[in-house]
């Protein structure tokens, strides 16, 4: 078992779909792979991560050209837990087999619990496990200490690496920085701190590229803040002024403080509260979000808001691809650490007002008829709720 271990932004899943593709590409003395491979990745989809949805994918694969290709999949956990093993320890030996997981701490049980039973304690001879873990895991203290277990540090990316991953950037859109010894502009970029980070490098490519104007590239390049938590505030801040007239701050602080992200229409129906508080908002009562909260006075148009969405996923995780049922959710510890500090500020007036919100919203969820039965609604509304409710200390219920 490989454990691939890196922080947060490091290129940990370029660097497993890198990996499975080369493992698949025969060489040139090669006319086939070296072997079987499969890669999966739990950020895939919001519903990648449940360990069920990993063990039907590893299973369905497995069951490839024998009997039981054709058979319906185990319906419960332990069912395809146990045929998970069986399947791995019917391996043909002669031929290799490389399992890689991306994002394996992120697993989560039934119950929305981390878990990693589904890891076997051995694998079988030419079976090989890839596992991308945070370098803060528990996940990775706990795995590193099985004897068989082969650390691999990702680190930070070399100078040569920088270079490619700007140059392919902005080669999608036929553009690319001087390199020039008289004008070097790429190397102004590479030498930022927070250039070490393939999502760092990302974002300040997206920000040129929507922003930069030729004749001031120079200027709009050594104006880009040298970190990621500080390119992260600088573009949350555009974003802002872009849509300060509909009260987008007031919504990404019900963004930041939610526990588990917020859905698309989440946002969107926060958004409209947001959008009928834009003058007075900071004196509105619970009563008053509760009244927006059923009834918006204003909706924001659906082309202001997809332009906000695409914003933000690329700014959240530019590397998912969304569903519209998948969270927004600050994973990223620089990430949410920007999102804090340019959204809620010290005091607690922020603060509440961001608690407020969200708790105003998901009460309507819960309570949508307004009868305080809270019958047949989401059980996700009921288990974040009150937290929320606890966290504005301001109102009385």
Not at 40 to 56: D, F, I
Not at 260 to 282: F, K, Q, V
Request: hydrophobic share 40%.
């Amino acid at each position: 078992m490989v454990l691939l271990e890196g922080a947060p932004g490091e290129g940990k899943t370029v660097f497993m779909a890198a990996l499975a593709n080369a493992l698949r590409t025969p060489t040139k003395s090669q006319k086939t792979p070296r072997g079987d491979v499969i890669s999966y990745s739990t950020a895939a989809t919001q519903s990648a991560c449940t360990v069920e949805n990993l063990l039907r994918c590893l299973v369905q694969w497995l069951r490839r050209g024998n009997e039981k290709e054709d058979l319906p999949l185990p319906s419960s956990y332990k069912d395809l837990l146990t045929e998970f093993h069986s399947q791995l320890s019917d391996t043909r030996k002669d031929q290799s087999l490389v399992l890689l997981v991306d994002g394996a701490e992120h697993v989560q049980d039934g119950t929305g619990q981390l878990t990693s039973d589904w890891i076997p304690q051995h694998l079988p001879q030419g079976v090989s496990l890839v596992l991308s873990v945070t370098s803060t895991s528990a996940l990775l203290r706990v795995l590193t200490k099985r004897k068989w277990a082969a650390l691999f540090p990702l680190g930070q990316l070399s100078l040569p690496d920088r270079k490619e991953i700007v140059q392919k950037e902005l080669g999608v859109y036929g553009k690319k920085l001087s390199d020039s010894a008289f004008n070097n502009q790429l190397q102004t970029l590479l030498m930022k701190k927070g250039a070490v980070s393939p999502l760092y490098l990302h974002l300040a490519c997206e920000d040129l590229r929507n922003f930069a104007s030729f004749e001031k590239m120079k200027e709009s390049l050594q104006a880009l803040p040298p970190s990621l938590s500080e390119l992260v505030q600088h573009s949350l801040s555009r974003l802002q002024s872009q849509y300060r007239e509909v009260g987008l701050g007031w919504a990404l602080a019900a963004l930041t403080v939610s526990t588990t992200g917020l859905r698309e229409r989440d946002l969107y129906a926060i958004l409209n509260m947001c959008n009928g508080l834009t003058s007075g908002g900071e004196k509105a009562t619970w009563q008053d979000m509760l009244h927006l909260a059923r009834k918006p006075v204003k909706r924001v148009p659906m082309a202001t808001f997809s332009h906000v969405v695409r914003s933000l996923q690329s700014l959240i995780d530019p590397s998912r691809c969304y569903g519209p049922d998948d969270l927004l959710a600050l994973t990223n510890p620089e990430v949410r650490l920007a999102f804090k500090k340019e959204l809620l500020l010290p005091g607690e007036a922020d603060w509440t007002r961001a608690h407020i919100l969200l708790a105003a919203h998901l009460w309507v969820l819960a309570d949508p008829q307004g009868t305080f039965k809270f019958l047949h609604c989401e059980s996700s509304s009921i288990l974040n709720l009150p937290f929320h409710l606890v966290s504005d200390t301001s109102s009385s219920f």
